[in-house]
Antibody, heavy 119, light 110 residues
Framework: QVQLQESGPGLVKPSETLSLTCAVS??????????WGWIRQPPGKGLEWIGG???????YYKSSLKNRVTISADTSKNEFSLKLTSVTAADAAVYYC???????????WGQGTLVTVSS | QSVLTQPPSASGTPGQRVTISCSGSSSNIGSRYVYWYQQLPGTAPRLVIYRNNERPSGVPDRFSGSKSGTSASLAISGPRSEDEANYYCAAWDDSLSAVVFGGGTKLTVL
């Protein structure tokens, strides 16, 4: 069973870069069976897909975030990462990493990590 | 404003069948699979229905999904107190080239 664990700063200053990492266990980033994604959820609100990366390294981003987002994978560490630049208060959310056998769904999720944006 | 439209709330008793609707368009539900996630308070979402009507291992058979045209539904037959949660529908959207979610429906078991 795949397990995911997010890590990174819980507090980011406005205009700075949010960086999170998702450690993968019980599965391999290079496995042809999985896609790896990031989803966020502002406090009290719904889910928002940020983007994902395939086992071939192809990346997919939500268009409204595309200019600020980078998702990358480090197969040697079996982890993948999210970078979101120029953050504002609107980027404050619980950030989840997740994986599924196709890009459009997720059957394993991390527990989520809360990111606050404040000076 | 979510791309997929869900009612904000739903309720039912253990003896009832509760359904949650999800309305989309031809670029998402109309041409793609629909997925449903359950999110208990303070926890990560959990996939309960995939590919319109399939249940992952471990999901009780009281959960079922259906799709017709540009709409989909999640049904819970005889909901239990442990089913009280927010439920989200999701699908790939070909126009947006993105996964889109519904706004979520809070289920209350009376």
């Amino acid at each position: 069973q795949v397990q995911l664990q997010e890590s990174g700063p819980g507090l980011v200053k406005p205009s700075e870069t949010l960086s999170l990492t998702c450690a993968v266990s019980g599965g391999s980033l290079s496995s042809s069976h999985y896609y790896w994604g990031w989803i966020r959820q502002p406090p009290g609100k719904g889910l928002e897909w940020i983007g994902g990366i395939s086992y071939t390294g192809n990346t997919y981003y939500k268009s409204s975030l595309k200019n600020r987002v980078t998702i990358s994978a480090d197969t040697s560490k079996n982890e993948f990462s999210l970078k979101l630049t120029s953050v504002t208060a609107a980027d404050a959310a619980v950030y989840y990493c997740a994986t599924g056998q196709h890009l459009d769904y997720f059957d394993y999720w991390g527990q989520g990590t809360l990111v606050t944006v404040s000076s | 404003q979510s791309v997929l439209t869900q009612p904000p709330s739903a309720s039912g008793t253990p003896g009832q069948r509760v359904t949650i609707s999800c309305s989309g368009s031809s670029s998402n539900i109309g041409s793609r699979y629909v997925y449903w996630y359950q999110q208990l308070p303070g926890t990560a979402p959990r996939l309960v229905i995939y590919r319109n009507n399939e249940r992952p291992s471990g999901v009780p058979d009281r959960f079922s999904g259906s799709k017709s045209g540009t709409s989909a539904s999640l049904a819970i037959s005889g909901p239990r107190s442990e089913d009280e949660a927010n439920y989200y529908c999701a699908a790939w959207d070909d126009s947006l080239s993105a996964v889109v979610f519904g706004g979520g429906t809070k289920l209350t078991v009376l």
